[in-house]
């Protein structure tokens, strides 16, 4: 979620602050799902533009647009110095020293040097590069640092005293991408003609060419074998040995200009910050170690934290974020998929999914890890609507001649086959597993024993197609679409049609809620109505989904449900308020259906695609000490507005 998504979900998520404990806790959660940060440090009052973490004692250092770096004890959490007062906006800073320096450097080609102990300032400086300063590096154990800008000079300058060293002459149109490796031997300099070259320091002398002319270079890295990241203006990103001046390895990209690169120290992996949000590679096998959802968060800054693979991003509001990508399992995509378009059965008290596959088979699967548990070779044709029993043991199946049957799928042994006459429409067992309820082709309703499939009563016929059906927890209510907008009321034990409601808008997908008294209606255009049944009057309408709502599942305990739309996305809601508590978004498009597991702490979505994902409901839990605080007052900020 970007910035301006993120303001304008506030309006949403105020009610929560006036709401129970456990709305206001959604409310949190849903900021974190798009920012699931271990934890936010506040100081700034503007956009962090630069950061940097030393190689040893714990400290990260921040630059921001309020003309303030600050050094951070990071294990403690807290602003260990504060330097202020600089005279012009700060792009860059970069530890020295092995940590025991600090230098800021201002857009203007100020530069000051801080002891990073005290707080200190050593010295002040001022780069003679002619025009602004665009880039900064330094070696972390190194007596150098370089600058460099928009007229394309690069200039050497001493840690030890501020004094300028060697300069030379770069690309006249700009040189913004600028790296020194570790030992500070050598300084990688991309110009804005796309021209990359080596310099050996302390002469400046220029051993190598790797790069003529091309798209400008925009950040350039060295990690501590010597190979150098290279990103230019179109996007690209490559690997470069500069020992054999050879380029070694292109990495995916996911879109956008880079704005900044850094390696890990123990050059396994590559950090960057880019127009879109962070971007973490894993480097042998170019993997993308990052969501989704974080790619996509806005960051303007970088860095990796002392804390070994955990990394920090700078933000537009001042904030400092930590996160731990091997962590970010607050939505987790699954290494297996379902057959695309396919028709899918889940068991409400396991883990199990059920689909045909392309063979025509029947596979059951373990949600969690993908594990195939079973096969039906020949379930007797192509299966129209299929559903698990109450124990999950059976499947239940409808063919498209209308034959109603019901299997072990771990044998493969069928239990009972009846035939219904008609070919059905919808099919849904009741989640207490005392009857099976099928919709026929003429507008007919079957209520049938769910252990012998044995005809119980038929319920009235009705005009035209009946669409869908479905079952109260307690077998006791039947509710069935009709024509789009209309929906009928059946007594299950008797077959007594209670009552209608008329839909303002086509209907897709209905709910009871636990305790049966209300029903819980989504819509072809995204809304989701809620009903009261004792009054036959429309309690609320659930507004968030922008397409057709595909599925309504309710969660564990029965106070929650999850809808799955057509606009990709799975949204989280409490019948009894009118408000959604939670948004789930992996980019992955239209969601068919959306899935509690047993133990109600993860949610599993499938795609039209199908692709799969899971969410973990309790990441949000395990991080809330970090995030409390922040998130609170970014809510009561979004309310005061």
């Not at 503007?46 to 630059?63: I, K, N």
């Not at 731990?324 to 028709?343: K, N, V």
């Not at 809304?527 to 009057?537: G, K, N, P, Y």
């Not at 047993?598 to 795609?607: I, K, S």
Request: charged content about 20%.
């Amino acid at each position: 979620m970007g910035k301006s998504s993120v303001q304008a979900e506030l309006p949403r998520l105020r009610p929560f602050l006036e709401q129970p404990d456990v709305h206001t806790h959604w409310a949190l959660w849903d900021l974190y799902a798009h920012q699931p940060c271990l934890r936010t440090l506040a100081g700034h009052g503007d956009t962090v533009l630069a950061l940097a973490a030393a190689p040893e004692g714990g400290l990260v250092a921040s630059a921001s647009h309020d003309r303030s770096v600050r050094i951070w004890d990071w294990k403690a959490g807290r602003t260990q110095s504060l330097a202020q007062g600089f005279d012009s906006v700060l792009v860059g800073v970069g530890f020295a020293r092995g940590g025991a320096r600090l230098v800021a450097a201002g857009i203007d080609g100020s530069l000051r040097c801080l002891e990073t102990g005290t707080g200190t300032e050593a010295w002040r400086a001022q780069a003679d590069l002619g025009g602004e300063l665009w880039s900064l590096c330094s070696a972390v154990g190194g007596e150098v640092l370089a600058v460099s800008g928009a007229s394309g000079r690069v200039q050497l300058v001493n840690v030890a005293d501020g004094s300028l060293g060697a300069r030379l002459q770069g690309c006249a149109s700009g040189s913004r991408g600028l790296a020194l490796d570790a030992a500070g031997a050598h300084l990688a300099v991309g110009g804005a003609d796309g021209s990359l070259r080596l310099y050996e320091l302390p002469a400046l002398r220029e051993p190598a060419t790797l790069l003529e002319r091309g798209p400008a270079l925009v950040a350039l890295a060295f990690d501590r074998a010597g190979r150098l990241a290279v990103a230019d203006a179109s996007g690209a990103l490559s690997i470069w040995d500069t020992g054999t001046r050879a380029r070694v390895a292109d990495l995916p990209r996911s879109g956008g200009s880079l704005r900044s690169l850094l390696f890990s120290s123990a050059g396994d992996r590559l950090l960057a910050t880019t127009q879109a949000g962070v971007e973490l590679w894993e480097i042998t096998s170019g993997r993308q170690l990052l969501p989704e959802n974080l790619r996509r968060e806005p960051a303007y800054s970088a860095c990796f934290a002392p804390d070994a693979g955990r990394i920090v991003t700078g933000t537009a509001d001042g904030s400092i974020r930590e996160w731990e990508p091997a962590a970010t399992g607050l939505c987790r995509p699954l290494d297996w998929s379902t057959p695309a378009g396919t028709l899918l059965a889940f068991s409400r008290l396991t883990p199990r999914v059920a689909y045909m596959d392309e063979g025509g088979g029947i596979v059951v699967r373990d949600v969690s890890d993908g594990r195939q548990l079973g096969r039906l070779a020949e379930p007797g044709g192509w299966i129209e609507a299929l559903s698990f029993d109450r124990s999950a043991e059976r499947l239940v199946g409808v063919s498209q001649k209308g034959t109603l049957r019901a299997w072990r799928w771990r044998t493969g042994e069928i239990e009972f086959e009846q035939d219904l006459g008609r070919r059905a429409t919808s099919m849904r067992p009741s989640p207490d597993g005392s009857i099976l309820v099928c919709a026929l082709d003429d507008g007919r309703i079957q209520v049938r024993d769910a252990v012998s499939g044995a005809l119980l009563r038929m319920l009235a016929p009705s005009e035209g197609l009946c669409e869908r059906v479905t079952v109260s927890l307690d077998g006791s209510r039947i509710a069935s679409t009709h024509h789009g907008n209309l929906i009928r009321l059946w007594d299950a034990r008797s077959g007594r049609l209670l009552g209608e409601l008329g839909a303002r808008r086509p209907v897709f997908s209905v709910l009871f809620a636990r305790d049966g008294r209300a029903l819980v209606v989504g819509a072809w255009d995204g809304s989701i109505d809620v009903w009261d049944l004792a009054t036959r009057a429309r309690l609320s309408t659930l507004e968030g989904h922008s397409q057709r709502v595909n599925s309504l599942t309710l969660g564990a305990d029965g106070s929650l449900f999850a809808s799955a739309s057509n606009d990709g996305t799975v949204r989280l809601w409490d019948v009894g308020v009118a408000h959604c508590l939670a948004t789930f978004d992996a980019g992955h498009g239209p969601v068919r259906n959306a899935v509690f597991a047993p133990d109600g702490t993860r949610l599993v979505a499938f795609h039209d695609d199908g692709s799969l994902e899971e969410w973990d409901l309790g990441c949000y839990d395990r991080h809330i000490a970090g995030n409390e605080a922040a998130q609170r007052a970014r809510l009561q900020r979004g309310s005061e507005r």
